[in-house]
């Protein structure tokens, strides 16, 4: 199944953070249910687990954020460090209105929305977020997209004195993501500013971050300091770094192995023993949605 979004939600509609735990602790209950043979099959395993979003503590103290560190929980123990007021946002490059723009400004007059989606790392380990955030496309159209534009380019902070994983050469720095202008525009992708009904943790990309549903984690950027719009693929952190493992796109695709795992299975980040070798779906459970995007192109090669 894949989550169908919504545009007439407010913060108003946010679910609070402990209604999401208590949902966990009775989708525990569904567990020892299914290991009683009450509940059956792999296809409702997956509906029950795809209904239950990770435990916000979960969500927020194991995390990818190399800037502060590769370990799983150097992000929650380091990114306190990250200051985050006052935060800008350049957008630049084939727009109307190029310029400094303040958080306030970025935000003021989007409609927050809440979107409950799935979250699948590269890696294999996925999680269900609810996410607080509105669609880059109102900003984009917002700016003014100039005609010619194809991509649209993303910048994370670099601030060394406040992130110590710079010190460390894993990739070029800054990191860089990218977006075809379709995927950029389409609905499902938006730009974060809260989760779980609260602002986002630092470890998890504050103030701003992207958010691709359909596509491997990495292309959903943290902490984003500029957007620019082009009309050339822009270069990408994991792209650059090994273009064999990490293609621009990144979809998520269990018939597309990575050269060193394959990705037909995923394990749901603090579900336990019934989390375990999930069968991936294809474009992460948004097929419906979002195959359009690729009518026609070779997602082997064009991964």
């Not at 209904?51 to 123990?77: I, V």
């Not at 992130?163 to 992708?189: C, F, K, N, Q, S």
């Amino acid at each position: 199944m894949a989550y169908r979004y919504r545009s007439d939600l407010t913060r108003d509609d946010v679910t609070p953070k402990d209604v999401y735990l208590n949902r966990r602790q009775i989708m525990a209950g569904a567990g020892a249910m299914m290991g009683a043979g009450l509940l059956t099959g792999e296809a409702r395993a997956q509906d029950a687990w795809d209904l239950t979003p990770t435990a916000y503590e979960d969500a927020t103290s194991y995390n990818n954020f190399y800037e502060f560190g590769t370990d799983k929980g150097d992000p929650a123990r380091n990114a306190r460090m990250m200051t985050t007021e006052p935060w800008s946002v350049v957008i630049d490059g084939m727009v109307d209105r190029p310029g400094t723009y303040s958080f306030e400004d970025v935000v003021a007059g989007m409609t927050i929305e809440e979107r409950i989606y799935r979250l699948r790392c590269v890696e294999r380990w996925s999680m269900v977020i609810p996410w607080n955030g509105f669609e880059l496309a109102d900003l984009l159209d917002r700016v003014g997209v100039q005609s010619g534009a194809r991509y649209v380019a993303f910048e994370t902070l670099a601030r060394p004195e406040e992130m110590p994983g710079l010190r460390v050469p894993i990739i070029e720095w800054p990191y860089r993501e990218g977006l075809r202008l379709d995927e950029a525009m389409h609905p499902l992708t938006i730009m974060a500013t809260g989760m779980y009904g609260e602002p986002l943790p630092n470890q998890n990309g504050a103030p701003i971050r992207l958010v691709v549903p359909w596509k491997y984690g990495y292309k959903s950027i943290k902490s984003i300091v500029r957007i620019t719009l082009t009309d050339e693929q822009p270069p990408t952190a994991w792209n650059t770094y090994s273009a064999r493992e990490y293609g621009f796109y990144s979809n998520v695709n269990p018939n597309r192995a990575h050269p060193r795992w394959s990705q037909e299975f995923e394990r749901r980040v603090g579900g336990g023993l019934f989390a375990r070798n999930i069968p991936t779906l294809m474009f992460n459970g948004y097929e419906e949605e979002v195959a359009a995007l690729y009518e026609g192109m070779d997602l082997i090669v064009n991964h």
